[in-house]
């Protein structure tokens, strides 16, 4: 069994989803039998998704969508030792996802066709953040492969 | 260490929620030992939940809930190219989950007892939907079992 | 490989989010090389989350959001076999998560500093709530460690 653990450091441009698929499918090239990609982001006000990657207009309607729900300022909420955006993230974060599975097959993520990996930015500023990343994989023998 | 991969197709009938709790068990039946079993769906317009599955009003309750949440051709949305329910089957995937992790031992997924493993097409039109099913196990030895 | 798998048993105070951050960490210590912690919730009327662990304001504000979001005794719903609050866990645990998926190494738990992990009780009454743990890692090698 192999497993190959790596951070990707992603520094976000402020709020939005900054798509990662890259990133991650490169950490699987050559890893060879069945396995998972596991990604994990270290922080509370941004998170990971699973989203539509042909129309950045869904995006788009995602943002707002969330800003509707959870709106910045919002006087429910009296966390705002950050700003007026500091709890609408972490409401935007629990939400949506702090961990992702990906299925893992002979080197390649076994993504839909219309799917991409996010990690969302739920602050306004640009951050740094860290997303760490687990892979691993067995020789898949006798039970068969896919399918 | 075993590992078992498996695609589960769904003929969904329109929205709503589709059990997939015995096709699910079925793959784990005579698998031996403690392990996981993983589920993936590879679509953005459909997810994966756990939810109650001794009374049927829960699903339609939240569906309910789900609709009003965000509801098909709310003005909000721009991104219509496959009709009114287009952002918001996107949206609801991005709340709920596009995939599952469950304990799995002795062949037996580890489930409460009123916990049923659902497919959530979210588009008014039936679909067909792909679940990647990625089980593994090894055999417990010294660190003891369950408990 | 090693697999360790054990239950946490909550017994909460009623609705609210109850840290199980010192239980998980317990479970992992000891254990070496690299590897995931799997937690799983068997019921569905309470989740897991993580959330900012730093401020307690966090916590209450993100009650008040999910009270707004999904109200007791709200006349959309009809399944209230347990009361007012019945229906509205049951979405609060769809939006929220069943299972969780934490990296490990070298016995610890691979958190950011202000990451804690939390079970959700969504009634109002207080309830035993089950955990299954499940930890596994093996000794990385060949294909480095971290970063």
Chains 1, 2, 3 share one sequence.
Request: hydrophobic share 40%; glycine share 10%.
């Amino acid at each position: 069994m192999l497993l190959r653990r790596r951070t990707i450091d992603v520094s976000t441009r402020g709020r939005g989803a900054h798509e990662i698929t890259p990133a991650v499918r490169e950490l699987a090239r050559g890893i060879r039998g069945g396995g998972m990609c596991h990604l994990f982001v270290r922080h509370t006000s941004a998170s990971l998704m699973i989203c539509e990657n042909a129309d950045p207009q869904v995006l788009r309607d995602l943002e707002k969508f969330l800003a509707r729900l959870a709106p910045d300022g919002d006087p429910l909420f009296r966390h705002d030792a950050e700003g007026a955006d500091d709890m609408p993230a972490h409401v935007r974060s629990v939400l949506t996802h702090t961990s992702l599975s990906l299925p893992l097959g002979a080197g390649e993520l076994l993504l839909g066709t219309w799917q991409g990996v996010y990690l969302y930015e739920h602050r306004l500023a640009p951050h740094r953040r860290q997303v760490i990343a687990t892979l691993w994989s067995v020789d898949e023998k006798g039970e068969g492969g896919s399918g």
